[in-house]
């Protein structure tokens, strides 16, 4: 019998389809406020039967704290349809704009100006200084290589091979640009960045120089005693001329490079209602959106073509969709953050040290939500507290439980860690050890290298680095 042989079996296997309209609710509770902001002009623009409420005036920007996080969870289809629709949806109010209120607008508008840019301001000096054509070149070629902060990172070799100069030329042409503001442009590494802002100041002294040329990774490291023995200065001498150091930028290009701060305005906020706290929707979160009324009753006239009373009836589908979603957007991020008001109270009234801890999986459990549908809720959304403004996903940690049977968020134990490090010794500052010594004193057992996990986490060196040498 032939070994080649042919079997047919079957598999039975159940799969569950999103809906359209469960994307669409799926991609909208993802977004971050500005970025929903652009997708609903962008569904305006589309769709005539979709109306904004009148302008108002744009929010106080506000710095967006340290926190942040990507979601990568995927959103199961059972989350996406939580609440039930209103058939009845609104229309817009009547609005009126003042010429008073345009003319500002207006003018505010037209006073916009954009900072110059690094390049920009160099290439601006470059242009008010007499030079040969070309040195002029290749100082123009160096200022494209150079990032905004400061640093040029092109070797000389490669600038005279792309511009086809002599190095002689190539040098001096460097000479001219790290002459240029700010203090400190073009150089090449951290040592020629200090020396050039000292050159600027007339402060380079014979100790600055032979730091810079050979002790900055002994200064990094902190070893300011051994340094003095090895420079044959006192101590104190070597504190002062490392005062000097500590004034200049490490980054001299920060000041005109292009700014990256990232503004916020939170979509939902805390706030304490007869006695509790509870959560709401701010006002000045995403527009609402309503159906044009002179399009519905288009729809009612009788001689309106077939095609176009199609065309309407589709783009009024669409638009209910939208707004349903953005309802069940909403809805659902205001839910969570009154989970989070009533499970965070301490925090709310005495600050993050009083942070319990909170996962998204409880969350969930108490909204009958899944995990990842409060993963996307929160993703880069913002709530206003009475202590401060705090990405949402602030609030969600794994913690300890102390001794006295106090549950603690591991943000609370950070916050512990970095009072009992303000108030050590600068001279003998507390080792990871003695760190997790003094937190068992307060009732909170953890263990030497979860104290150092946390401390890094939060941006503070080590003891060594922390000690004052005096």
């Known amino acids: 019998m032939s070994g080649n042989q042919q079997t047919l079996s079957t598999t039975l296997r159940q799969e569950q389809q999103l809906s359209a309209r469960q994307l669409q609710s799926l991609e909208l509770l993802n977004l971050p406020l500005l970025e929903l902001e652009e997708k609903l002009t962008q569904a305006m623009e589309s769709n005539p039967l979709l109306e904004a409420e009148c302008d108002s005036p744009l929010p106080e920007p506000e710095p967006a704290p340290t926190a942040s996080g990507e979601d990568e969870a995927l959103l199961p289809a059972e989350a996406a349809e939580a609440d039930e629709w209103s058939d009845e949806l609104p229309l817009p109010p009547e609005r009126t704009t003042s010429d008073e209120d345009e003319e500002r607008r207006e003018y505010w508008m037209n006073s916009l100006a954009a900072a110059p840019s690094l390049q920009e301001q160099l290439e601006f000096e470059l242009s008010m200084t007499v030079l040969p054509d070309d040195v002029r070149n290749v100082a123009s070629e160096i200022i494209g290589g150079i990032d905004d902060t400061g640093y040029l990172r092109s070797t000389v070799a490669d600038i005279a091979m792309s511009t086809g100069e002599p190095v002689e030329t190539v040098e001096k042409a460097l000479q001219v640009v790290q ?69 200049l930028s490490p980054y001299p290009g920060s000041a005109l490079a292009p700014e990256h701060s990232e503004f916020i305005a939170p979509e939902v906020e805390i706030v ?199």
């Open 179 to 247: 002459s240029f503001d700010p203090p400190g442009v073009g150089c090449r590494d951290l040592a020629e960045c200090l020396r050039l802002q000292l050159e600027r100041k007339h402060a380079l002294t014979p100790l600055l120089q032979e730091i810079l040329d050979h002790h900055l990774e002994e200064v990094a490291r902190n070893r300011l005693p051994q340094l003095a023995r090895t420079l044959k200065v006192p101590l104190e001498e070597l504190n002062a001329a490392l005062d000097e150091l500590r004034k």
């Open 272 to 470: 304490r209602h007869d006695g509790e706290f509870e959560a709401r929707a701010c006002k000045t979160g995403a527009p609402r959106l309503f159906l044009a009324e002179r399009y519905l009753k288009l729809l009612e006239t009788p001689d309106l073509s077939p095609a176009d009373r199609a065309y309407l009836r589709e783009k009024l589908q669409q638009a209910r969709d939208l707004m349903r979603a953005l309802d069940l957007r909403q809805s659902t991020i205001v839910r969570i953050a009154n989970v989070i008001a009533r499970t965070q109270r301490d925090f709310l009234e005495h600050g993050v040290e009083a942070l319990h801890p909170l996962t998204m999986r409880q969350v969930g459990e108490e909204l009958d939500l899944h995990e990842t549908t409060v993963s996307r809720a929160v993703a880069n959304k913002f709530v206003r507290t009475p202590q401060g403004i705090f990405p949402l996903k602030f609030f969600f940690s794994a913690g300890f439980t102390a001794e006295d049977g106090a549950e603690l968020s591991n943000r609370a134990i950070m916050e512990k860690i970095r009072e009992l490090i303000q108030k050590e010794p600068p001279d003998k500052p507390l080792s990871d050890e003695q760190l997790a010594r003094q937190l068992k004193l307060l009732g909170i057992a953890v263990a030497r290298r979860t104290v150092a996990k946390y401390r890094e986490a939060i941006g503070i060196p080590s003891s060594s680095l922390r000690r004052k040498h005096v």
